[in-house]
């Protein structure tokens, strides 16, 4: 199985702060991978496919990157609204696998 | 705004069986690979199973092979997961995604297994 780490499992930063998560997978993954954002109490919306395509009507802040084994979500300028957790996905090879999640706080 | 509306799902005591339902009007559901994914109580998500185009090819996470089937009927646009021997550990909310890469999620629907 291909294991996804994602880091860090939580952060807190201010409104402005560019912010990064990542996503290392055990194995090439190529540009496979997925990013999405959960809200409190919301259905998880996809912000990024294929590592760095950004999904229609989101915010231009948002940006993926990455290839391989190592992947980056940036958010440039944080915005009170960011505030969720944020997974990524492999969808390279079965089973699919969701990395454990990054719970971002707005300070 | 594309959506996938799901039913289904419930309460049930380990050993017994549900079936969830998603179903959509808004796009050529025939045109693509669906997926459900659960997300227990506090934790994070799992994808559980996903199936091909015409229904012929089928894929599961080891924890719910031989229990769950996954299934589709094109002339009615609608994905089905079918739960049996449901345990303990199956409790989740469980959400209908399009594609392997999951682009448009359904509502979510819980399923209960408890005693």
């Known amino acids: 199985d291909v294991q996804v780490t994602q880091s860090p499992s939580s952060l807190s930063a201010s409104v402005g702060d560019r912010v990064t998560i990542t996503c290392r997978a055990s194995?090439?993954?190529?540009?496979?991978l997925g990013w999405y954002q959960q809200k409190p109490g919301k259905v998880p919306k996809r912000l990024i496919s294929a590592a760095s395509s950004l999904q229609s009507g989101v915010p231009s802040r948002f940006s993926g990157s990455g290839s391989g084994t190592e992947f980056t979500l940036t958010i440039s300028s944080l915005q009170p609204e960011d505030l969720a957790t944020y997974y990524c996905?492999?969808?390279?090879?079965?089973?699919?696998?969701f990395g454990q999640g990054t719970r971002l706080e707005i300070k | 705004e594309v959506q996938l509306v799901q039913s289904g799902g419930g309460s049930v005591q380990p050993g017994g069986s549900l079936r969830m339902s998603c179903a959509t009007s808004e796009f050529r559901f025939s045109d693509y690979w669906m997926t459900w994914v659960r997300q227990a109580p506090g934790k994070g998500l799992e994808w559980v199973a996903n199936i091909n185009k015409d229904g012929s090819e089928k894929h599961y996470v080891d924890s719910v092979k031989g229990r769950f089937t996954i299934y589709r009927d094109n002339a009615k646009n609608s994905l089905h997961l079918q739960m049996n021997s449901l345990r303990v550990e199956d409790t989740a909310l469980y959400y209908c995604?399009?594609?392997?890469?999951?682009?448009?999620w359904g509502q979510g629907t819980p399923v209960t297994v408890s005693s």
């Open positions: 194995q090439d993954i190529r540009s496979d």
């Open positions: 996905l492999q969808y390279n090879t079965y089973p699919i696998t």
């Open positions: 995604a399009r594609y392997v890469a999951m682009d448009v």
